[in-house]
């Protein structure tokens, strides 16, 4: 008997500390928008059982002119998790609240703790943090940290929702403010008046099907290119690496470069044009009288590049995903006759 009132003093105590810091983490966001941890205030929001939430902490350092340049795209998320009622516990989801920690002599502790020897650093910190043995927070830092860098393009807010969404399982869209609905909607309306201005101006000119062709051929290798992602969220068309040079491609799956995405797009529509070529050429050179060893180191020639270019196209991939597409058979294919041959996966 003894044991079961000791259980449910606990557990009511636990209760009520639960409620008081959830509380007093809601005041704290509520008034200054972000909540500004120390150290202390770190442990113990944090680290110290029971926390019946989840915290998403901006580090930065004072002199880190990303961390500035940052700030107000951590804002605006902020803010749209404030709005959306985060900061409140759903049925089936924790509260979610938003601070940010400077480096210091105080709080070097806890920039040391997570790994991170730069700044800024996003991290979602989630209750069960406080039960990570100590063998497994490795590779749970890892999966609920960020540290941001030039080589990921510029960060937006889209970008911070994507990270802290897929964490807190909370789906939180980006609304634009009137200004920019307003932007948006005015560059539209301009661009179809444009449009209708030059169709009328050059009507003949735009029922030309090659026109047409080219265009289309415009249009793909745009979508292919990922053009308006890249416009949406700044992505840079080249970036510097670590030391210093130029860098045109990443090797990380979330993320990309505006000139590795047109580069590949180029690469692959090159790829089906030829293949296109390779169909049409006879009626192309019908009235020329080519020498038949010609032809053949013509069409040698183009599937040389088809096969080059699709051997760079699929090494790209290999580095950024799982999802490693390969020319040849892999080796452990069985080789032989056809009823055995398990064929080429290209």
Known sequence: MMIIILFLVSWVNGESLASQKTNELREMQMRDGIIELNSTGYFYYTMEFPRPYDIVIYFVAPSCK??????????KVAKFYSDSGALYKSESKRAVFFATMIFNDKNKQVFEQLGFVSAPNLFVSQP???????????????DMKWS???TDGTVTAHKFLEFINKRTGRQIDYKASTSEALTVIGILLGALTMGAILFIIGRPLFLNPKLWFIGSIIIFITCLAGVVY???????FFTQNNRGGLQWKTNNGRQQIGFEGLFLSLGMTFTGLTMVLILKLKVLVKHQKLDPLLQRLVYLTLFLCIFLIV???EDNYRQKSHYNPIFWPPRHYIRG???KDQGNSF
Not at 66 to 75: A, F, G, K, R, S
Request: aromatic content about 12%.
């Open 148 to 150: 941001i860098s030039y």
């Open 66 to 75: 990303l961390c500035n340049d940052l700030n107000e795209q951590y804002q």
């Open 311 to 313: 051997q760079f196209v």
């Open 337 to 339: 006759p056809l009823n």
């Open 128 to 142: 069960h943090i406080v039960f990570v043995p100590q063998d497994e927070r490795e590779r749970y830092l890892r």
């Open 230 to 236: 890249n416009i949406i969220h700044n992505v840079p």
